[in-house]
């Protein structure tokens, strides 16, 4: 399937193995793919995601993948829903950090890096790329791009789609600025 990745794909799958290197991940998880397309430039998503205004606010949808980190990996649905239960996922977070330390429930270390010398995906990373040829084959192109990766992540529940929908990246308005794309600006017709 990766001969079938543009170059601004394969790009990003590079970037988001480097982006879990410089964070100490084990492994390569679906938030290293978006914040390796937030870094891309002069591609499709790039487009898109500076399009949408993701670019500006970087630092706000970073915040709000640590504050889920932070919580396990759970998404606010997730928490909502423990919520309804009576549980408060926050005293739970607070309290395990008190007696563990700050981000005792993000520790994700993993012995495998230390042996084989490389980060493997998650298997919801990896559920992203395939996604993604899914994505071009339903559009009916031939190459998958950036792009693909950007709205695989928006069609997959969890807690990145998640974070993108709260900053107004979704499925269809990534779809709307793809379609905007091509168009010249209305002045210039």
Do not use: N, W
């Not at 601004?8 to 390796?36: D, F, I, N």
């Not at 998404?75 to 563990?100: C, F, M, N, P, Q």
């Not at 998640?162 to 794309?181: M, S």
């Amino acid at each position: 399937m990766f001969e079938r990745f543009t170059k601004g794909a394969r790009a990003v799958v590079k970037g988001a193995v480097v982006q879990a290197e410089s964070q100490g991940a084990p492994v390569v998880t679906e938030e290293h793919l978006l914040l390796a397309l937030l870094d891309a430039e002069g591609t499709k998503a790039s487009f898109v995601l500076r399009a949408l205004g993701v670019t500006d606010r970087r630092e706000s949808l970073e915040a709000a993948l640590m504050d889920a980190r932070r919580r396990g990996g759970l998404s606010k649905a997730d928490t909502d829903a423990l919520a309804g239960l009576g549980i408060d996922v926050s005293e739970i977070v607070a309290r395990v950090e008190e007696a563990h330390g700050p981000g005792a429930l993000a520790d994700d270390r993993d012995e495998r890096v230390r042996r084989t010398g490389h980060r493997p995906f998650t298997s919801e990373a990896k559920g992203v790329l395939e996604r993604s040829l899914r994505v071009c084959l339903g559009r009916r192109e031939k190459a998958i791009g950036d792009e693909h990766l950007l709205l695989a992540l928006t069609a997959r529940p969890g807690v990145v789609a998640e974070t993108l929908a709260d900053h107004g990246v979704t499925y269809a308005t990534v779809e709307r600025a793809l379609g905007q794309e091509s168009r010249p600006p209305s002045g210039d017709l």
